[in-house]
């Protein structure tokens, strides 16, 4: 809610400010209309029908294309999920089309390094092998980022931690300008459900301690560390059951959709709905929203709801 | 052929083949120290030691992989041992380090090397090679193989720098030791080791039968000692102007030394084809050649034994109804072990499975002495992985598909339910059911809490992958994973509960 009120503050900041300066000439009016539009843009943008390319090449431009994320000459870090030795028919992975596009849409937008980052669960060779995402990588001129080893993660401090209060943390992490989520929609038999914030848990070297120190709470607090600029959730294959790694073709349902929000906690929520679950009955969509890292309630949302 | 054209041949002859050995000793190593991966293709399964183990005699003779075996075997009655002079990993690591060895001595030491007489080992070694595969006593012939006694040292030393000196047990001391010793040998007096191989001694008693060979013309000999000082297996006798052509390696430094042309490699001229049939006559040649017997016997007897025991493990292990069995800490052997029996009667501790191994699992540690196991508190077994038995050069882990490999239980889980964080701590988890890739553990509610769900473990469909050991966060864990005594088949994935719960699905409005 707090970034919808600021959009309004400004745009009628902009028009006051438009008004006051009208003599000075057009500047004002212009950022008046653009901050308009801002104000005009939905919050999440949810799409069905289409590929999962497709889809979001539709989604990013109703949410004023993806300059408005990545300005020229950012560094950027997308975290697909890429962490299971399992082929794109079983779901259990980010299709390689849809991290292929989105690393398109960065270099596009003017970004100077586009990082692909994920601490695989299975081997990471064959991981990136059987998804597919190590050749979509190469092929949209993204940089993979290696992730298999201690030594590429940094130790990081998490200020009002519940739990998570020190971790290490990817160093593409640190070193960018911007972060992506780029999730699958996916059952989780331990946290419920695993969308864009239980994405990021790739991002951290030290899985068991999640674990042990309490997975929801972590899974929130690692919002206090990064928090994605974007979260982009596929829902093209969904792994409905046995997730987060499925891998029978009974636990896969086809819903060719996708969800794309600058708000993590909204996207989640939106997603667990998908899922049949609702958004406060999941822990770490829950705490996320009660210490303020976005919206779980749909109906306070604008949503844009696009069937191609 | 003039003496100095021929010299300049056999000089280029002598430095091509050791350079040959030279690469594939080096491409061994690199291996042994975790390279295979750099040159591995997950998308087809292969990699670089696979295809070097592959050149190897062991996997003729105790594999019974008879396209290999008759390939070197074939080879070795016609031409001598060019398999011990290039494809050999553990002779020509003893030739380089004793030619180092020989390039500083003859600065310092100015010490020659002379003619060493056959010693009785030649002919002792095989013959325990041979009764230890014949009779499954791995501790008998497991120090005696040359590709387990490098893969061994090479794989000890690596371990030794990766994890630390307090790594270090028994077992490991002693293969170190031993690999110690035969290098110290080899920069003293050359590749000792070569003379008591039992592979060496049954392509020896071959190569004294080959046609071509090497031949010292004594008219032009004029004992001048260059050949005898550059000889690495030290078998070229100038007292008696003869060489012992079943120890030559053909490594062609002796033609390439001799100043007056008198040593030359190729056919022998009619008047000495009567001599090379002489090589059963003297009791030297007839040991060897019965020690040979029993060592291609006692292997012949070990394969042909392990299949029939194959055959009637398959049989059994499909018969086989699943009982859930009591706790027992077994050591577990990697996929493909089949059984105990069939497992230690062909393993020669090469240590190549561990090399290649993506998770570092494989552990020669002090539970496993000197025979692979696995070792679940760093990674865990990978499901679509199949290195190990891919690359293992005896058949002591057998080549599966890889679909068999998912059904074939390699041990067994046990949950404790009271170690569970989620039982003691009450807080979500589920990273044991994440990475189960065949659904024998699932979530399922907790208590009346429908957000808390704890693992249930339906054995019967538990591979002993050790996923569940690895990532269950619980101190103590709360899974323990034994070995089995036989390794069976699984039904597979275990099937999903029926559920009916209606789902968004394409060509649905959203639900929000």
């Known amino acids: 809610m707090e970034r919808r009120e600021f959009l309004k503050k400004t745009a009628a900041l902009g028009l006051g400010a438009g008004v006051m300066f009208l003599p000075r000439g057009l500047r004002g009016a212009v950022s008046a209309a653009q901050a308009a539009e801002e104000a005009a843009r939905p919050d999440l943008v949810a799409l069905r029908g289409g590929s999962s390319a497709a889809m979001f090449d539709k989604g990013i431009a109703l949410l004023g294309g993806m300059t408005r994320f990545v300005k020229k000459g950012q560094t950027v870090v997308i975290k697909p999920n890429m962490s299971w030795d399992l082929p794109e028919e079983l779901g259990p992975n980010t299709p390689p089309a849809l991290v292929a596009n989105v690393v398109r849409h960065c270099l596009d937008a003017g970004a100077k390094r586009v990082y692909v980052m994920d601490h695989s669960i299975e081997y990471w060779e064959s991981s990136l092998a059987a998804s597919g995402i190590g ?41 960018s300008d911007v972060m992506i989520s780029v999730p699958v929609l996916k059952h989780h038999g331990g946290a419920g459900v695993s969308i864009a914030m239980k994405n990021l848990m790739g991002c951290v070297w030290n899985r068991r301690e999640y674990h042990s120190l309490g997975l929801q709470e972590c899974i929130a607090d690692f919002l206090r560390a990064r928090k994605p600029d974007l979260s982009v959730v596929d829902a093209y294959r969904v792994v409905v059951r046995n997730g987060p790694r499925g891998g029978s073709p009974d636990d896969v349902v086809e819903m060719k959709a996708q969800i794309i929000s600058p708000d993590p906690v909204a996207a989640d929520a939106a997603g667990a709905r998908m899922l049949n679950r609702e958004p406060s009955g999941v822990g770490h969509i829950k705490l996320a929203a009660a210490a303020g890292f976005g919206e779980l309630d749909l109906t306070k949302l604008k949503i844009e709801r696009v069937a191609l | 052929m003039d003496k100095n054209r021929k010299r300049i041949l056999y000089r280029g002859l002598s430095w091509g083949r050791f350079l040959a050995a030279l690469g594939i000793l080096v491409l061994f190593i690199m291996c042994y120290l975790g390279y295979s991966r750099v040159f591995y293709d997950v998308s087809v399964n292969d990699n670089l030691l696979w295809r070097l183990t592959r050149s190897q005699i062991t996997v003729g003779l105790i594999a019974l992989d008879s396209v290999v075996f008759l390939l070197i075997f074939l080879v070795s009655i016609i031409a001598g041992r060019w398999y011990c002079s290039v494809l050999c990993p553990f002779g020509s690591l003893q030739e380089t380090v004793w030619r180092v060895a020989r390039f500083f001595k003859s600065k310092i030491f100015k010490k020659r090397y002379r003619y060493i007489s056959p010693s009785a080992l030649r002919y002792i070694v095989p013959t325990l090679a041979g009764v230890g595969l014949a009779f499954s006593l791995p501790y008998l012939f497991i120090p005696l193989s040359p590709l387990g006694s490098f893969g061994r040292g090479v794989r000890t030393l690596y371990v030794l720098a990766i994890d630390g000196i307090s790594s270090l047990t028994l077992m490991m001391s002693i293969s170190l030791m031993f690999f110690a010793f035969v290098l110290v040998l080899a920069a003293m007096r050359g590749r000792r080791f070569c003379d008591w191989c039992p592979a060496g001694i049954l392509l020896g008693v071959c190569a004294n039968a080959a046609p071509m060979r090497i031949r010292l013309d004594e008219e032009r000999c004029v004992l001048c000692g ?51 049939r002489a090589f059963l006559r003297d009791s030297s040649g007839i040991l060897a050649f019965l020690s040979s017997c029993v060592y291609v016997g006692g292997a012949t007897l070990s394969a042909i034994s ?9 049989i059994a292990a ?5 009982q859930h069995p009591i706790l027992q800490d077994l050591p577990i052997a990697p996929p493909g072990a089949d059984n105990a029996k069939n497992f230690l009667s062909h393993c020669i501790g090469c240590q190549a499975c561990a090399a290649v191994c993506p998770a570092e699992v494989i552990r020669f540690n002090s539970e496993s002495g000197l025979h692979p196991r696995l070792d679940y508190t760093k990674g865990y077994c990978q499901y679509n992985c199949k290195s190990c038995l891919d690359v293992c050069p005896t058949d002591a882990l057998r080549d599966m598909s890889i679909e068999e490999k998912h059904i074939t239980r390699i041990g067994i889980s046990f949950l404790n339910h009271s170690r569970c964080v989620v039982v003691t701590k009450g807080q979500s988890c589920g990273a044991c059911a994440e990475v ?11 208590g009346n809490n429908p957000s808390l769900t704890a693992p249930v473990f339906d054995p019967e469909y538990c591979i002993g992958c050790g996923g569940c050991f690895n990532v269950c966060p619980a101190e103590p864990r709360a899974f323990v994973v034994s070995g089995v005594h036989v390794q069976t088949q699984t039904p597979g994935i ?11 699905k394409a060509g649905d409005d959203f639900p929000f």
Do not use: W
């Open chain 2, 494 to 504: 275990r099937p999903s509960d029926d559920n009916n719960e209606e789902l968004f």
């Open chain 2, 436 to 446: 189960c890739p065949t659904h024998a553990l699932r979530m399922a509610p907790l």
């Open chain 2, 306 to 314: 392990t299949a029939r025991e194959r055959e009637e493990h398959k």
């Open chain 2, 226 to 276: 260059s050949c005898e000082y550059v000889c690495p297996m030290n078998c070229v006798d100038l007292k008696n102007k003869t060489l012992d052509n079943d120890r030559c390696v053909l490594c062609m430094s002796c033609a390439a030394a001799c100043p007056k042309g008198a040593l030359s490699y190729g056919m022998p001229k009619p008047k000495e084809r009567e001599s090379r």
């Open chain 2, 318 to 322: 499909a018969g086989e109804g699943f």
């Open chain 1, 135 to 175: 050749a979509a990588i190469k092929s949209s001129g993204g940089v993979y980022a290696p992730s298999d080893g201690a030594k590429y993660y940094q130790n990081v401090d998490v200020k009002g931690a519940s739990k998570l209060s020190a971790t290490q943390i990817h160093e593409t992490l640190l070193e």
